[in-house]
């Protein structure tokens, strides 16, 4: 698996994944020269290249200047996601591009959440793409895949989480108070959580909308969502 761009790779240094090498521009300073340098601390070898080597390895040419090689994505199991009485979790349904996938993640690991869970099919997985674009993120924070989104509520619940679907026709996501055990489940881009999802689900909650728009990118609702949740509990 590559990790690519500057910001991600430097992540993925402060990790115990193994990574196996990294190619680094040829002349590397600034960043890339603190690359090296944390690369070298680790002793993970490295190879200088001119920028040509690096744009065949990067369809896109979004390296930056330096890929790292790692092992493919390790997932978590469910239960590894759990913590305590502010546990946050959040749940994919139905999250099929990788852009959004990648800012998901990002977001959740600001906010200090403890796992994403995303399903087996129907969904976009981790990629060198949603690494990169979570700037780092997806090597900070646990993922469960899991065959079966609806019976993961189920298991949650019975450890006591309260679980939320970010979608329109909820009551007010600003009148809840969002303490304790919470799953968010936000939806895919198009079909927002499936009725059956929403079904399973303690409660709807909205994020109101002023504008001509009737929806919110999956990344940004949630943005809006966990810092609800990080408000609560911090008392602000």
Same mark, same amino acid.
């Given at each position: 698996?590559?990790?690519?761009?500057?910001?991600?790779?430097?992540?993925?240094?402060?990790? /115990?994944?193994?990574v196996d090498k990294i190619l680094?521009?040829?002349?590397?300073?600034?960043?890339?020269?603190?690359?090296?340098?944390?690369?070298?601390?680790?002793?993970?070898?490295?190879?200088?290249?001119?920028?040509?080597?690096?744009?065949?390895e990067s369809p896109q040419k979004?390296?930056?200047?330096?890929?790292?090689?790692?092992?493919?994505?390790?997932?978590?199991?469910?239960?590894?996601?759990?913590?305590?009485?502010?546990?946050?979790?959040?749940?994919? /349904?139905?999250?099929?591009?990788?852009?959004?996938?990648?800012?998901?993640?990002?977001?959740?690991?600001?906010?200090?959440?403890?796992?994403?869970?995303?399903?087996?099919?129907?969904?976009?997985?981790?990629?060198?793409?949603?690494?990169?674009?979570?700037?780092?993120?997806?090597?900070?924070?646990?993922?469960?895949?899991?065959?079966?989104?609806?019976?993961?509520? /189920?298991?949650?619940?019975?450890?006591?989480?309260?679980?939320?679907?970010?979608?329109?026709?909820?009551?007010?996501?600003?009148?809840?108070?969002?303490?304790?055990?919470?799953?968010?489940?936000?939806?895919?881009? /198009?079909?927002?959580?499936?009725?059956?999802?929403?079904?399973?689900?303690?409660?709807?909650?909205?994020?109101?909308?002023f504008g001509k728009v009737n929806?919110?990118?999956?990344?940004?609702?949630?943005?809006?969502?966990?810092?609800?949740?990080?408000?609560?509990?911090?008392?602000?």
């Amino acid at each position: 698996m590559k990790t690519e761009g500057r910001n991600a790779v430097l992540e993925l240094l402060k990790t /115990d994944k193994t990574v196996d090498k990294i190619l680094l521009e040829r002349g590397a300073q600034g960043v890339l020269g603190k690359i090296f340098a944390e690369a070298r601390k680790k002793n993970i070898r490295v190879q200088f290249v001119e920028r040509a080597a690096l744009d065949r390895e990067s369809p896109q040419k979004r390296h930056q200047g330096v890929i790292a090689f790692t092992t493919d994505f390790v997932y978590s199991d469910l239960y590894e996601l759990t913590g305590g009485d502010e546990s946050l979790i959040v749940l994919c /349904d139905g999250i099929e591009d990788v852009h959004n996938l990648g800012s998901i993640l990002r977001v959740a690991e600001c906010a200090g959440a403890d796992g994403v869970v995303i399903p087996n099919a129907k969904g976009a997985s981790v990629t060198e793409a949603v690494v990169r674009i979570s700037a780092g993120a997806a090597e900070h924070i646990k993922v469960a895949k899991v065959p079966s989104l609806n019976h993961a509520i /189920d298991e949650l619940k019975k450890l006591g989480y309260w679980v939320y679907a970010l979608e329109a026709g909820g009551e007010l996501i600003y009148s809840e108070r969002l303490t304790g055990k919470i799953v968010l489940v936000v939806g895919g881009e /198009d079909s927002g959580v499936k009725r059956l999802t929403r079904e399973k689900c303690d409660k709807t909650l909205s994020i109101p909308l002023f504008g001509k728009v009737n929806s919110l990118n999956a990344s940004v609702a949630l943005g809006i969502a966990v810092y609800e949740v990080v408000r609560a509990r911090t008392g602000a």
